[in-house]
């Protein structure tokens, strides 16, 4: 969703892209937390790029990425994946420490 810069105006600086995960419980709070969100930006244009524009749950780009062409769409989108549940760090098959706390890692369910 675009939560700021809806409307490019000449005076608008920049365009706020806001992701947001439902679950059948509701809207999850602070979703980066728990999945890693991917921003993307197209146009409406015939094999048009896809551009990976930034990660987490908030991006703000540049107006200027949209253009000035009016027949020219811009889109916008996100790709979510679940991460896995925190687990020990690893090298060589023994657990990172750091400051005396083993060290956890979350990575993307793909």
């Given at each position: 969703m675009i939560t700021r810069g809806k409307f490019v105006r000449p005076d608008t600086s920049e365009i706020e892209v806001r992701a947001f995960v439902d679950s059948p419980k509701g809207q999850i709070i602070d979703p980066?937390?728990?999945?890693?969100?991917?921003?993307?930006?197209?146009?409406?244009?015939?094999?048009?790029?896809?551009?990976?524009?930034?990660?987490?749950?908030?991006?703000?780009?540049?107006?200027?990425?949209?253009?000035?062409?009016?027949?020219?769409?811009?889109?916008?989108?996100?790709?979510?994946?679940?991460?896995?549940?925190?687990?020990?760090?690893m090298i060589n098959g023994k657990a990172v420490v750091i400051n005396g706390k083993i060290a956890t890692i979350s990575i993307p369910k793909k």
């Open positions: 980066q937390n728990y999945f890693d969100m991917t921003h993307i930006f197209t146009t409406n244009e015939k094999g048009a790029p896809q551009t990976v524009i930034g990660y987490g749950e908030t991006v703000v780009v540049p107006a200027s990425i949209v253009g000035k062409d009016p027949n020219v769409r811009p889109v916008f989108g996100v790709e979510v994946f679940e991460r896995t549940a925190l687990r020990p760090m």
